[in-house]
């Protein structure tokens, strides 16, 4: 792609916050020109030691109506982005284009009663930006984000999925949301053991939430990594849910920008 400047901006890092060695989150200003839809992503720019410039997508875990950017971010071992990003530090530059990308949002369903956020790893990112924003709210009676890490502390974000009912302006929607963490690699407290997959095939999930999975009332965003996706829609589509396209609603949307 071109690192033409007139296609990016320039923002400054304001927060850098460790999770684990291989996690951590960053937050930035935003233009006031940048504007997004609740679950798009934004093309992050950072300059390699030899004056070039490295580009990676990153789902907005803000909101639209924040005026900051933030971001979940893995280290990837002697990855051309990562290892350059995860060294920035409070006051450093990061870049970000001047549009926003990406479908995985709540106009891609035109009916349904309950959404299903299912989420490995960074994949959370888009769905803690569309859970607070209003709409999804006011669109689905139920909503059930289904959250999956290797180990439980890499389960980002836990006071804010915990605190969002509890938001002035979500207040009257309290009860909407169910959250159901699961691990892959060991025993969580509070948490599943198993692949999402696994989960789904086995009946685990749906139990777990009291809600089936059905054509009728449910919609299903998915976001992770790819073979998860396509494992995911396999198990869906053999319970007829299909790929919501634009000339043909359906049922499960995803996003895959690996």
């Known amino acids: 792609m071109t690192d033409s400047a007139d296609k990016f901006t320039r923002q400054t890092l304001l927060q850098v916050q460790p999770l684990t060695p291989s996690l951590f989150t960053l937050r930035t200003t935003r233009d006031a020109g940048f504007r997004f839809v609740a679950g798009q992503f934004a093309r992050l720019g950072v300059t390699k030691p030899d004056g070039t410039i490295a580009w990676r997508a990153y789902s907005m875990v803000s909101s639209p109506h924040d005026e900051f950017l933030e971001f979940l971010s893995i280290v990837v071992p002697g990855g051309e982005f990562t290892s350059e990003l995860s060294r920035l530090r409070e006051g450093d530059t990061l870049l970000v ?136 829609r396999a198990l869906l589509k053999a319970r007829d849910l299909r790929l919501s396209l634009s000339r043909r609603p359906g049922q499960v949307a995803v996003e895959n920008y690996w």
């Not at 924003?133 to 959250?147: A, N, P, Q, S, T």
């Not at 980002?156 to 929607?173: F, K, P, S, V």
Request: hydrophobic share 40%.
């Open 97 to 232: 284009e001047k549009q926003a990308f990406g479908y995985l949002t709540l106009d891609r369903f035109v009916d349904g009663r309950d959404l299903w956020l299912l989420s490995t790893g960074t994949g959370v990112a888009p769905f803690l930006s569309i859970l607070q924003d209003f709409e999804v709210w006011e669109k689905f009676e139920r909503i059930l984000l289904v959250y999956s890490a290797r180990e439980g502390r890499e389960l980002a974000y836990q006071e804010l999925i915990a605190g969002l009912e509890q938001r002035e302006y979500l207040a009257e929607y309290a009860g909407k949301l169910q959250f159901i963490a699961t691990v892959t690699r060991e025993q969580a407290p509070g948490a599943l053991h198993g692949r999402i997959t696994d989960l789904i095939a086995n009946g685990t999930l749906e139990r777990t939430a009291g809600v089936a999975l059905t054509p009728e009332h449910s919609r299903v965003m998915i976001c992770g990594n790819p073979q998860m996706i396509d494992d995911t």
